[in-house]
């Protein structure tokens, strides 16, 4: 199972901006599809934004879109993600996760980072 660590977190203002950065484990890291969900107390998981290998294709969850920017670095295997403009609802337990085979079949999860905007 791909090792995948958080880090960048932090305490933020409103209107701030915040940039996360996950590393993975493995030697074919430009094979995986990348994603970051996020989880706020009592509430479901949700998708924040994804990269698929080769073209570096993205996807956006609705809240997000315009505000956040996924990227990769291949040689470094790591992921990150760009947070702009970071309004209260942005506050929750950010997660790195990844399908190494390029799909969407995300089983390997990091421990999170905790973003918390304050207004």
């Known amino acids: 199972q791909v090792q995948l660590a958080e880090s960048g977190g932090g305490l933020v203002q409103v209107g701030g901006s915040l940039r996360l950065s996950c590393t993975a484990s493995?030697?074919?890291?430009?094979?995986?599809?990348m994603a970051w969900f996020r989880q706020s107390p009592g509430k479901e998981r949700e998708f924040v934004a994804a990269?698929?290998?080769?073209?570096?294709?993205?996807y956006y969850g609705a809240s997000v879109k315009g505000r956040f920017t996924i990227s990769r670095d291949d040689a470094k295997n790591t992921v990150y993600l760009q947070m702009n403009s970071l309004k209260p609802e942005d506050t929750a337990m950010y997660y790195c996760?990844?399908?190494?085979?390029?799909?969407?079949?995300?089983?390997?999860w990091g421990q999170g980072t905790q973003v918390s905007v304050s207004s």
């Open positions: 996760t990844t399908d190494p085979v390029g799909g969407t079949s995300f089983d390997s």
């Open positions: 493995g030697r074919t890291f430009s094979n995986y599809t």
């Open positions: 990269i698929r290998p080769i073209i570096g294709t993205t």
